[in-house]
């Protein structure tokens, strides 16, 4: 069976966008379900989340994310200003590093911490110590996760934030133009969206 993390991210957009981000989740969940793939929400569950990670698994994985990663676009009156011109909200999918092909992150260099779930946060945060906060000691890079039911789940959602903050903060010292994860936070390419949904239903207009 295939598994792939996605990430999807409001950039550095108004609300709007962060209520495309969740319609957005919901709407890939769907179009999980007829192709038989499971797509199922990380982290970032709350209401207007400025991104999330989603896990796409199942053999059809790989191809489901086809031509689901990359700039999408969706056409609409705000949902929260009425009478706002604009009606063109862009958010950004892009896939999470592979653990493994992250050379600076290394298992004996995260100390793990367990610590007491709290809100808010998805519906499956608990009163228990399954809260996982990692520390990547050579950088001082912190990352926390309780979204999860268990421990161990917790620790490796933790680790794999860790290592999309490593890939960002190399890739900006190495080249501004081939920032990976975070920077999607910072800039979004518009004009070329891979999926274009319209209005409150989120329907899918096109795709590529």
């Known amino acids: 069976m295939s598994e792939v993390i996605l990430h999807l991210t409001s950039g550095q957009g108004p609300e709007e966008c962060r209520w495309v981000v969740a319609q957005l989740a919901t709407a890939y969940a769907r179009e999980a379900r007829a192709h038989g793939v499971v797509c199922e929400v990380l982290e970032g569950a709350e209401d207007l989340p400025s991104s999330l990670l989603m896990r796409v698994s199942g053999d059809q994985a790989p191809a489901f994310i086809a031509g689901r990663v990359g700039t999408v676009l969706w056409i609409g009156d705000s949902p929260f200003r009425p009478g706002h011109n604009r009606r063109n909200w862009f958010v950004g999918v892009a896939l999470a590093p592979e653990l493994d092909l992250v050379p600076d992150l290394k298992a004996e260099d995260i100390d793990y911490q367990t610590l007491r779930a709290s809100g808010p946060g998805g519906q499956h945060v608990n009163k228990t110590d399954s809260a996982v906060r990692a520390t990547h000691r050579p950088t001082g890079l912190v990352a926390t996760a309780q979204e999860q039911r ?13 290592a999309m903050m490593i890939e960002e903060q190399r890739g900006a010292s190495r080249d501004k133009a081939r920032r990976s994860q975070w920077n999607l936070h910072q800039q979004l390419e518009r004009g070329n969206p891979v999926r274009t949904y319209k209005g409150v ?3 899918l207009k096109s795709a590529t």
Do not use: V
């Open 150 to 162: 268990s421990q161990h789940a917790n620790r490796k959602l933790a680790r794999l934030k860790l």
């Open 201 to 203: 239903r989120f329907t």
